[in-house]
């Protein structure tokens, strides 16, 4: 209840529950000892429950007309102020001890909560709100019965030991603190100051027979109010009998057997709300109304049988299973009531349940009185009336009870997360139309949803008997995808009762983990509905399981440990929106989902430490030099030099490493991230001036490296003791000397021996999921590097995103040959295989072509992940043999465009295809990817994966929007915009730089997304096409040229395979720049610039002049230097940067 805006009003609001609760109880317990407690069957007692019953009958109609016509918090301030007045009566009556006078006091009382009670739940209603209703009233509910049972246990030892003052003056505490609370309460009860009493209705009982009647045609209100009379009925004898079986008549006594019995039935009544409000936390759960009413129906047949005192638990039982089924009653009740209505409906209940009690009592007062029935004997008579009412719940509500049936079996293996729940109307019709993962999508849809929903399916794939026989309960509407029409027709006829449908517009499940194409064409369903809403969902969590169409080796991987499913309901979307519109919605509903579940994952190297804990001696790390490393051997030496950094870093937050794709590398990263620490991985790339200037910035003091690695950039001639002087250095070689054996065993038992919470809690410092995990610089393609913040969320909610699409088994190997300062390096090539426990083979330079393919021959590599510079580089060396890459299935290009002649080399040569995605170090860093085509089930269906010359679809959990870079408006599908990307993978910022951070960042709806700077557009299945960076066009004489079209359009032709270029943008004086080629090749300048005559440019894209180099700069990533070669350019053809 922390969550509700307005928490200590409610509080407030309790607390005037807490004094009428504490009211009641002393009253009737302080009457019971003056009338002796053996007068139970006199008229005085008789009269006594008249005036508990009565004032709530007779005064419905006023009742109700006060609440609809005042604000509800003025109604609950003048009758708390008025309850003195009841109180002052009753304390004279005990102090002379006249009993009419105290009767006086105690009808006056419920008169006056005749008028509170339903002003007091229809406030709550409008306090709370709809989304908090359940545990509200969950609350209030529990409140009441606690005060009820200490205040029956204070007030029996008080009157026995005859401290019946102190009583009555905190009574009177109560009541003005009570009215303090009522004071504060906030003015947002909605009322009707037109409403006239009609005072000739009134004394004809017309009035109260018209507004009963309204009420009565509501079904979930009806069935509300008869429900809560079965409850408060079987409250009543419950007390009725504890008091005939335990006691002599007081409600709590120094009977034991009494108070257990007593004590038993308030737990379990507590318990039983307390459970309910938990299974009622995204919406009323009415699946447990039938479950209660059976089990209570149970129970009551058999306690008269159970013996003394173990009937107590029975009892408690009783109580649970009456919680359980009375809260969501109630709840629901208060759902189905209106603001300016609400007064009479609620005194309508309190009538229904009165009267109820009423009658019951009479009728036991005849059966005990005149046929001599034992009280316990009545129980049979209520075990009869909650057995009809269990048969009529079945009636009324079979999909609530197997929905909750369908919980309480998954709820064993999946962990439920439900969001915009509160977007499904309660009534009335609306389509739900979403994404397609797996069998039970259906099964998961209905147990999130808080009503009854229709599912438009296949029934094919359903083979089994009782799967069979549960559709049909479920009323599905079975689609034939050849010829749906019969299906929509169906369902519009559902639509048109006022019914929940729910649709699955791919046509079939999805076999690559990402959305298809919206195939159904549902439009006919939607025409001529009257108030029809339409809204979007989204399943999350089901993909891998034995449900889904994933292969059986990704199952097997993403098998172990219990499984969190994510659900989200989206807004309201125009009844219009075509299926595209739709799927976008759905798409950006995706990051919802995904981030919720997100949420409940562990940091990195907590989720690591349970992968080890599953591969055991299983490979993890593959090293050229044969050092290979188990998950258990990672393990121990990551734990090992973990002790020691944090002793070394002792202080420090950030802590630098120099040291390549490797062992070492990784256990390095890994120590730190077990310790709590701040990665930042230099790029060895860089000059050492600019490996110091982002230093300073991440405020590192410690550099993390090894000596042979350091001697090799030495030897290509960068001057490292510049950097390292500067900093507190230490070596792994001297690190490593520096472990005794006795630390690396007791480490290596610890691993093979105790269990990962006990490691984590151990030996783990802990962290959250919004800490930053690493600090990646940027690779300065465009400017001095940014230092990129990503927190333990962006990197585990990235690797889970890439998971789904990449499918890895636990039979692939990856190739590790980007560096671990790159975001695909450390996020994909390395974390992504240490948590899911894929094995590695690590390859230090990624420039050794020889290296690498031997690697990839050597441990049967089949994931590969690199740039296209680096594919280039390897395809076209000879030394690469295609049997090397034999065992690759998979490979995944980014950071640059992928040149058509690097794909048909891959393609004739190694008969493999690239599949080119899509990120940046700011998204963690995948967002898009192609994917393999896959044929669907019907042998005819192709499911289109792959698009050259896009970079493929936005990841689940990620939304690519297209919008125009200076409105921020979204543009057509088609057209050409800036590229926006929202996902749980976007970076927390730049590492202190709030004004870039806020350029960077654009927060829409609640949502943050990226601004890539890249210009581009997607198609009509979201696949995303780069045209060029925003900063990379040229504008000449007003007209601007994207200068990656340039490099294109120069590629495509055959006459420049040979040489490798880029196109850059200069000054120029005449038309303000002017485009110049910059290339490596053994052509000249001259040679180039007839050869550029033949590529069929157009003039405007030609460029002005050409610039020779001996080798085309390159970043640490593989990519294209722009700005050095911009530089160069301006240099050899004499142009001053000013």
Known sequence: MKKVEGFFSFFGLAFTQVAVSTAIIAYTELVLSRMGYTATGSWQFYVLHLLFLLPCVLLLTPAGFMSDKHPKERVLL?????????????????????????????????????????????????????????????????????????????????????????????????????????????????????????????????????????????????????????????????????????????????????????FGTGIGLVAGFWFAMRMSRNF???????????????????????????????????????????????????????????????????????????????????????????????????????????????????????????????????????????????????????????????????????????????????????????????????????????????????LLRGEAVVMFPENAMTSTGNMSRFRLDYSSVVKDVPRLKLLPFYVQGLWGSSYSMADAGFKDMVHSGGRIISVAFGNELPLDSNPMMVKRAVQELSITAWTSYIRKLRPVASAWIRTVKRIGSGPSVYSPDGNHLSANALATAALSFAGMIEKLTKGEKQVGVLIPPSGPGIIVNMACLIRGKTVYNLNYTNTPETMDYCCGVAEVKTIITARVFVEKLKQKGLPMEKLLDKYKVYYMEDLKGQLHKSTLVKNFLRVMLLPAWYLELRFFKKVSLDDVATIIFSSGSEGRPKGVELTHLNLIGNIKQCESVLLPTAEDVFLGSLPLFHAFGFSITTMLCLVEGVPVATCPDPTDARLVSRMCAQFKVSIMVATGTFLRMWGLNRAVHPLMFSHVRSIYA?????????????????????????????????????????????????????????????????????????????????????????????????????????????????????????????????????????????????????????????????????????????????????????????????????????????????????????????????????????????????????
């Open 78 to 262: 003048w009758t708390t102020v008025l309850s003195v007045l009841p109180l002052g009566l009753f304390g004279v009556g005990v102090y002379h001890s006249c009993l009419p006078m105290m009767f006086a006091g105690v009808g006056l009382f419920f008169v006056l909560q005749a008028f509170q009670s339903p002003a007091k739940n229809g406030y709550m209603k409008e306090l709370i709100g709809v989304r908090f209703l359940a545990s509200g009233s969950g609350t209030l509910m529990i409140v009441t019965f606690c005060a009820m049972f200490f205040a029956g246990v204070s007030l029996a030892f008080a009157v026995r030991e005859n401290l019946v003052e102190p009583v009555l003056y905190s009574l009177g505490a109560l009541q003005v603190l009570g009215v303090i609370f009522a004071i504060r309460l906030p003015s947002i009860g909605a009322y009707d100051e037109t409403l006239k009493f009609p005072w000739k209705q009134f004394l004809t009982f017309r009035y109260a027979r018209r507004k009963m009647a309204k009420a009565w045609k509501n079904r979930a209100l009806r069935q509300s109010i008869v429900g809560q009379a079965i409850f408060w009925v079987m409250i009543f004898l419950m007390v009725f009998v504890i008091q005939d079986q335990f006691s002599s008549g007081s409600l709590f006594t120094q009977d034991a057997l009494a108070n257990y019995a007593i």
């Open 894 to 1138: 980014g950071a640059e465009k992928i040149r058509e002649d690097v794909r048909q080399l891959y393609r004739n040569k190694f008969k493999l295809e690239i599949f080119e995605g899509f990120g940046c170090t700011e998204t963690t860093p995948v967002a898009a990817v192609n994917t393999k085509d896959v044929l669907m089930d019907d042998y005819k269906t192709v499911i289109e994966g792959n698009k050259p010359g896009t970079v493929g679809a936005p990841l689940p959990g990620t939304q690519i929007r297209i919008v125009d870079p200076d409105t921020m408006e979204e543009l057509a599908v088609g057209e050409d915009g800036l590229i926006l990307i929202g996902g749980a993978q976007i970076m927390k910022g730049y590492l202190k730089d709030p004004e870039r951070t806020a350029q960077a960042i654009a927060v829409i709806n609640g949502k943050r997304w990226y601004k890539t700077g890249d210009k581009g557009h997607v198609d009509e299945d979201g696949y995303l096409t780069i045209v060029d960076r925003y900063s990379r066009f040229a504008k000449l004489g007003g007209e601007m040229v994207s200068l990656g079209s340039v490099d294109f359009k120069i590629s495509e032709c055959s006459l420049f395979d040979e040489i490798d270029h880029f196109a850059v943008a200069v000054p120029d004086g005449s038309k303000g720049e002017k485009i110049v080629l910059v290339y490596a090749g053994d052509k000249s300048e001259d040679e180039v610039k007839d050869m550029l005559k033949q590529v069929g440019l157009p003039p405007l894209m030609l460029p002005g002049a050409v610039v020779k180099v001996d080798e085309l700069p390159k970043l640490g990533s593989g990519k294209s230097d722009v700005q050095t070669g911009k530089r160069i350019a301006m240099e050899r053809l004499g142009i001053s940067a000013n």
């Open 284 to 494: 009323i759960e009415r699946g447990l109304i039938p479950m209660g009413t059976a089990g209570a129906s149970v129970l009551i047949f058999l306690i008269p049988f159970i013996p003394r005192p173990y009937n107590a638990i029975a009892f408690a039982l009783l109580g649970f299973c009456g919680g359980i089924f009375a809260l969501p009653m109630f709840a629901t009740m208060l759902y189905n009531t209106k603001p300016r209505s609400a007064g009479h409906v609620l005194s309508l209940s309190n009538v229904v349940q009165n009267l109820s009690i009423l009658v019951f009592d009479i009728l036991a007062i005849v059966a005990i009185r005149y046929f001599a029935v034992d009280r316990m004997s009545l129980f049979f008579i209520l075990g009869i009336v909650c057995l009809v009412g269990t048969v009529w719940a079945l009636w009324a509500m079979p999909q609530t009870l197997l929905r909750q049936l369908l919980r309480s079996v998954l709820s064993m293996h999946y962990r439920f997360l439900v969001t915009g729940v509160q977007n499904i109307p309660w009534e009335g019709p609306v389509l739900l139309v979403g994404n397609h993962i797996s069998y039970i999508d259906w099964a998961i849809i209905q147990m999130a949803s808080p009503r009854p929903m229709r599912f438009v399916i296949t029934r094919r794939p359903f083979e089994k008997w009782y799967v069979k026989l549960l559709l049909s309960q479920m009323e599905t509407i079975d689609l034939d995808i050849s010829n749906p029409a019969p299906a929509m027709e169906e369902a519009k006829k559902a």
